[in-house]
Every structure is written in C-alpha cells, then in structure tokens.
C-alpha cells in the first residue's frame, strides 16, 4: 500500500513539476513592414509630398538658372561695380535656395519620421493584443539581423498578423 502511495505521489509530482509547453510563434518582420496597408498608405503620402517639394524648388531653381543664364549674357556690357552687386544678388539667392531647401527637407523627413514611429508603435500595440488574445506566451519577430535563425513554418503566423492588422487598419481610415 505505502509503495502504491508513494508511486502516485510520485507521478502525481512529475505531473505538477512538468509545465505545459509555452504557446510561440514568430513573424517576419520585414514582410510586416512591406506589405502592412498602414505602411503603404504612409509611403504614399510622402511620395505625394516629395513630389510636390521637387516640383516647388525646381521650379524655384530654374528660375534662378535663368536669371544666372541672363546675367551671364549681359554682364560684358554692365559697368563692373553693377556686375559686381547682380553677381552677390545671385549668390545670396543661392544661398537661401539651398536654405529653404534644406529646412524643407529636413521638416519633411522629420514629419515622416515621427510618422513611421507612430506605426512601428502602434503594430507593436497590435502584436501585444494579438498575442494576449490568441494566447501566445512568445511571438518571436525573424528578421535578417539574426534574432530568430530557424522557424518551424508551422509556427509562422506572418500571414494571419498582416491580415487582422490591415482589417484594423481599414476599420480605423473607414471613419
């Protein structure tokens, strides 16, 4: 009798000490962050405004290249010091051309910065929620960096993600 006991006590022990293995999986991260719609949507936004800046300083540009291209035929009839005053008057216009066009550039990039951000935040919301929801204990990201090596393909949930995360995406832009 006390060996039947201490047999089951025994089992019952081995049971308790064994855990239950951790639900994991893991994304690609570098599919995520090319084919999610908020990304996409994003892109194209900047590409609207990177358009629309090139346009405004090469249209700036050029007609400061055309005012050069004039200068530059005339200036072997101006008297030297009026030469000499248009060619400064050039020179400083170049200068805040270049300005403006750094300050620009630099607004803009920042904008899509802090833009990009708020996406990376707010799919790591998402990959909090998810996992919470679907009961995984890890979900690992497998990058080109080498964080995760090997994946069981079995394991990928990659599709499922991108997929729930653009239908929240398109729920929230469909208000």
Not at 3 to 17: D, M, R, V, Y
Not at 104 to 130: G, P
Request: proline letters at 1%; a positive charge; hydrophobic letters at 35%.
């Amino acid at each position: 009798m006390k060996k039947i006991i201490l047999i089951l006590l025994g089992i019952s022990l081995l049971t308790a000490c064994q855990q239950k293995e951790a639900k994991t999986a893991f994304v690609k991260t570098e599919t995520i962050f090319k084919e999610y719609k908020g990304i996409k949507a994003q892109e194209a936004v900047f590409k609207q405004k990177q358009e629309a800046f090139s346009k405004k300083f090469d249209s700036i540009v050029k007609r400061w290249q055309a005012e050069v291209k004039d200068f530059q035929q005339k200036v072997q009839k101006m008297p030297p010091k009026q030469a000499q005053k248009k060619d400064q008057e050039l020179y400083q216009k170049q200068q805040i051309i270049q300005q403006m066009q750094q300050q620009e550039s630099a607004k803009l990039t920042a904008e899509m910065q802090k833009q990009t951000d708020s996406i990376i935040k707010k799919v790591y919301e998402f990959f909090d929620k998810y996992g919470k929801k679907n009961g995984y204990k890890y979900i690992y990201g497998k990058n080109n960096t080498g964080a995760l090596m090997y994946g069981d393909a079995k394991n990928d949930i990659t599709d499922a993600v991108l997929k729930e995360l653009d239908a929240a995406y398109e729920a929230a832009h469909k208000k």
